[in-house]
């Protein structure tokens, strides 16, 4: 089964700062990636997705996220930060089988 | 309805009662999946099935039992209720397994007491 390991557990910062999290994953071989969000109270939603092609894939809201292959890495990033953004964030990979395995989450705070 | 539909939103149950959560999907989708949400362990997958009449084992299945009768339901139940399964049940469905997105309904938050 596929390992997933998100860095940070929680990052708190202020509006309009950067924002980047990591995701690292144990498979060597073709891996579908996926960044989900949750905001509170709510249940997960795509954030943004790599199957194959271009390695910098842009998402909904702003973020974005690169494969870095030789990493095993599928960082999410946002230039600037806005108040809403503050939720919780799910990588997951799929290495071809039927299930995504997620990471353990990064809790985002965003302070107005 | 439109997506993934779960029933109960919430529910506090008492040890050692069945239980079943409901899941129903309207997109025709051929797989769907159950998933538990704990603090510091993000989603752990418990049962899942890639088409209707089949099933499968997730990461975590000992203790939960599913069925797969058609491709819009997929209960999930609990046949003897503990407290380790306090937590907060996910439901997702994708077109395929794997490299199609999953959609996940708005959750059943459970407490075994």
């Known amino acids: 089964a596929q390992s997933v390991s998100q860095h940070n557990h929680h990052v708190i910062l202020s509006e309009a700062a950067s924002l980047e999290l990591g995701c690292n994953y144990s498979?060597?071989?073709?891996?579908?990636l996926f960044w989900y969000v949750q905001y509170p109270g709510q249940h997960l939603q795509l954030l943004l997705k790599?199957?194959?092609?271009?390695?910098l894939v842009k998402g909904i809201k702003g973020f974005e996220a690169e494969f870095i292959k030789s990493k095993f890495s599928f960082n999410l990033r946002k230039p600037s930060v806005q108040w809403s953004d503050t939720a919780e964030y799910f990588c997951a990979v799929n290495d071809g089988d039927y299930k995504l395995s997620f990471g353990a989450g990064t809790t985002v705070t965003v302070r107005a | 309805i439109a997506g993934i539909t779960q029933a109960p939103t919430s529910q506090i149950l008492a040890a050692g009662r069945r239980m079943t959560l409901r899941c129903t999907q309207d997109?025709?989708?051929?797989?769907m999946y159950w998933y538990r949400q704990d603090l510091g362990l993000g989603l752990r997958l418990i049962h899942y099935?890639?088409?209707?009449?089949?099933?499968g084992k997730g990461e975590v299945p000992d203790g939960y039992s599913v069925s797969r009768a058609n491709t819009d339901d997929f209960p999930l139940t609990l046949a003897s209720a503990v407290p380790s399964q306090t937590s907060v049940y996910f439901c997702?469905?994708?077109?395929?397994?794997?490299?199609?997105?999953?959609?996940f309904g708005q959750g059943t938050r459970l407490t075994v007491v």
């Open positions: 498979y060597g071989g073709t891996v579908n």
């Open positions: 790599y199957f194959s092609g271009d390695p």
């Open positions: 997702a469905s994708s077109l395929q397994g794997g490299s199609t997105e999953a959609f």
């Open positions: 997109m025709r989708h051929n797989a």
């Open positions: 099935s890639n088409t209707a009449g089949t099933t």
